[in-house]
């Protein structure tokens, strides 16, 4: 068997392992946020475009609103993403790389993570693959025009609809062709200009719903990069930072990588191939490792980055292997540890069957753990308090995660009205996160005058708030001794009800705190 149909056979049985995974793992929190927005199609949402909303609705629509439903389609993305590499790799250099470049990219837990789990980092790195692949053969076709300019436009901007980063590559592009003298033209050229003209539609949907709600994306993406604190240098963050990529990426595959950037240096200035993928990847790098400076970001943002220095580490490694057995050894040797390292993270509790007591607290598997058992003790807990208090209760989670994880696993979710969710966030004088666009129990709707009774709650305009007067339970797992004012504050009294030490095979997973919370009557302005 030839190394390619080894490959493709490894392909075929990794993407139906992780079918596998996906029909029998409860949904992370954000995967259950996401299902959420799927809920209600938008052409944006508050901290994403509509590529992830839109994807989960196709497969809950093929496969029906549950696990496998929802993450359908994240093992497709990574075959097509490995697909991707594997031509990109044989067309720059050899079949050769192309095959253990791709081999190299499922030993990477993070690309295992987004294979296995429906969230945006899926479709961003297969449009970044997709386009760095049509952007090489657009450069092989110049100075003709080809269609391979526009549809590198399109798919940056279908990249850019799931992840805003992906718009990074046009900065990438630039770069290479202004640095690049045979290419400098193309800047001017139709084919350049079509690329820009097939992406920029792309950025009307994001666009629009941000004029329509106060542009309150910007302040979330630079919040969450640090933009709105004053510089300061912070070693403890950068390193934090740097850190997290030698875990996440595999330690020698990600030591691997640095080394092969530093040797490619030397080769960018005379070779277009290295200048190439370096361009893809550095910048990128270069964005996260300044706004790390002040505050550590998450190692995900820099996983596109990965594709093309991935090919770039595989291709030059592969040339050292080939007249040195020691290169060849720490090769081989780096692929194994990733792979095992993947392997474990897949399968944590490998290491609680042979004796070894993991906790929780240090297993990335937690977040998929204990969500459907926690939701039936609360519908439980939900009944009982409402056969005491006579009166029905809504649900509060403490963040969005828990709202909407629990909400998912609710047997009975009793919908308060169209849009409204299972399980409400808490109420806020700030956008904080998708549920503050959604039916939320804090506000007030009008009403005509002759449909107000004599007990409605209502203001000058004649507004009344339905849940005026209601009882609620508010749920978390982070260990607080009494609710936020804001859930507090809104209500007459609070009082701890339930305390639930949950656990796993015998170890801690996580403690619920149930909250009573009585006679809501809004917070005062």
């Known amino acids: 068997m030839t190394p390619r149909r080894k490959l493709f056979l490894f392909l075929i049985v990794a993407t139906a392992l992780r079918w596998l995974f996906a029909s029998q793992n409860e949904l992370a929190p954000d995967e259950a946020y996401y299902a959420m927005w799927s809920e209600r199609l938008d052409i944006c949402y508050y901290s994403k475009g509509p590529g992830i909303a839109a994807t989960i ?160 994306t910007i302040g979330h993406l630079s919040a969450r990069g640090g933009l709105q604190k004053a510089f300061t240098f912070e070693p403890g963050e950068f390193f934090a930072f740097i850190l997290q990529h030698f875990g996440v990426y595999s330690i020698l595959i990600f030591a691997l990588v640095i080394v092969a950037v530093v040797w490619a240096f030397s080769l960018a200035r005379q070779k277009l191939k290295p200048r190439f993928l370096l361009a893809f990847g550095l910048p990128l790098w270069a964005l996260y490792l300044w706004l790390a400076l002040k505050q550590a970001g998450e190692a995900n943002w820099t996983a596109p980055a990965m594709v093309s220095l991935g090919i770039l580490a595989t291709a030059l490694w592969i040339e050292r292997a080939r007249t040195s057995r020691p290169a060849a050894i720490l090769a081989v040797a780096a692929l194994s540890v990733g792979l095992a390292t993947t392997l474990l993270v897949l399968d944590t509790d490998a290491l609680r069957r042979i004796g070894i007591p993991l906790s929780y607290e240090m297993d990335p598997s937690k977040r998929m753990r204990g969500w459907r058992t926690a939701a039936r003790q609360l519908e439980q807990l939900r009944t009982a308090f409402e056969q005491r208090s006579g009166a029905p209760a809504f649900l509060i989670g403490s963040t969005y995660g828990v709202a909407s994880d629990l909400g998912f696993y609710l047997e009975d979710k009793r919908l308060f009205g169209p849009g409204h969710p299972p399980i409400y966030f808490p109420e806020s004088p700030q956008i904080e996160n998708q549920f503050s666009f959604w039916p939320r129990y804090d506000e007030f709707i009008a ?15 004649m507004g009344i708030n339905p849940f005026h007067g209601r009882n609620a339970l508010y749920v978390t797992d982070r260990g607080e001794e009494r609710p936020p004012s804001t859930v507090k504050g809104g209500f007459e009294r609070t009082e701890l009800i339930a305390c639930i030490d949950q656990k796993r095979r015998g170890l801690p997973l996580r403690q619920w705190r149930v909250f009573a919370c009585y006679n809501y009557r809004s917070l005062s302005l």
């Open 57 to 216: 609705w196709a497969g809950t629509h093929l496969f029906g609103m549950n696990e496998f439903g929802i993450r359908f389609f994240a093992p497709l993305l990574a075959l097509g993403t490995s697909l991707i590499v594997f031509h990109l790799g044989r067309r720059l250099y050899d079949e050769t790389v192309g095959v253990w470049a791709a081999f190299m990219v499922n030993c990477l837990p993070i690309f295992n993570a987004g294979a296995l789990i429906m969230t945006i980092d899926a479709l961003s790195i297969f449009f970044w693959a997709a386009a760095l692949y049509t952007f090489w053969r657009a450069l092989e076709q110049s100075p003709a025009f080809s269609g391979w300019w526009p549809g590198t436009g399109a798919l940056i901007g279908l990249g850019f609809l799931c992840k805003y980063t992906n718009a990074m590559q046009l900065v990438s592009i630039v770069l290479l062709l202004a640095i690049t003298r045979k290419y400098r033209g193309e800047l001017v050229r139709p084919g350049f200009l079509a690329l820009i003209a097939a992406f920029l539609p792309c950025t009307l949907p994001p666009l629009i719903w941000n004029a329509q709600h106060d542009w309150i």
């Open 447 to 461: 009403v005509p005058p002759d449909q107000l009774s004599k007990d409605s709650y209502f203001t000058e305009e």
